[in-house]
T-cell receptor
Framework: EPEVTQTPSHQVTQMGQEVILRCVPI?????FYWYRQILGQKVEFLVS????????KSEIFDDQFSVERPDGSNFTLKIRSTKLEDSAMYFC????????????FGEGSRLTVL | AQKITQTQPGMFVQEKEAVTLDCTYD???????LFWYKQPSSGEMIFLIY??????QNATEGRYSLNFQKARKSANLVISASQLGDSAMYFC?????????????FGTGTRLTVIP
């Protein structure tokens, strides 16, 4: 069964460093998303991406964050100058369509900022 | 106002019994979708079931069914014949379909524990 894959599964970084989280969405999906879950809290939307551009972003997704689809398969989230409060599980998701059908989530990348 | 409300932080159920996890939602958009996801201790988010606002019948997927009461704005998840592997966090989520928003709003989750 096709699945969304994410790397790394866990990354530890020093405050102020840049981090890139990688995702390979399901191959025939067109919409891609990043979500964040701070430990013990609910899952929060960060950004959605379609046709090589951001289609929506939340207020969390400020200039510190950027997304890119550098080739036909990868979808990346870059976090510049990480802060302690960026420590969270970051989920990538993809979907075939925009308004119907489920989002398929990856297993998440746990980011720990020290 | 919260778009998704899950009022049960924790629930216990005896193995093989049925359990209902509550979810209420708030939207003025006539087109929306409701989702339930399971998050085991390993952390991944597993899709369980989806209900569209225009669907006439309640969604079912194996042992999962969604009790959709549109007038009450509730979308409760019913798990029948609970199994030990059902112990996990369960999140209700909503997507609003016609405002241009295509992201999911999640509730705070319900931790389900299945007792042998």
């Amino acid at each position: 069964e096709p699945e969304v894959t994410q790397t790394p599964s866990h990354q530890v970084t020093q405050m102020g460093q840049e981090v890139i989280l990688r995702c390979v969405p399901i191959s025939n999906h067109l919409y891609f998303y990043w979500y964040r879950q701070i430990l013990g809290q609910k899952v929060e939307f960060l950004v959605s991406f379609y046709n090589n551009e951001i289609s929506e972003k939340s207020e969390i997704f400020d200039d510190q964050f950027s997304v890119e689809r550098p080739d036909g398969s990868n979808f990346t989230l870059k976090i510049r100058s990480t802060k302690l409060e960026d420590s969270a599980m970051y989920f990538c998701a993809s979907s075939e369509a925009r308004y119907t059908g489920e989002l398929f989530f990856g297993e998440g990348s746990r980011l720990t900022v020290l | 106002a919260q778009k998704i409300t899950q009022t049960q932080p924790g629930m216990f159920v005896q193995e093989k019994e049925a359990v209902t996890l509550d979810c209420t939602y708030d939207t003025s958009d006539p087109s929306y979708g409701l989702f339930w996801y399971k998050q085991p201790s390993s952390g991944e988010m597993i899709f369980l079931i989806y209900q569209g606002s225009y669907d006439q019948q309640n969604a079912t997927e194996g042992r999962y069914s969604l009790n959709f009461q549109k007038a009450r704005k509730s979308a409760n998840l019913v798990i029948s014949a609970s199994q030990l592997g059902d112990s996990a966090m369960y999140f209700c989520a909503m997507r609003e379909g016609s405002t241009g928003a295509n992201n999911l709003f999640f509730g705070t989750g319900t931790r389900l524990t299945v007792i042998p």
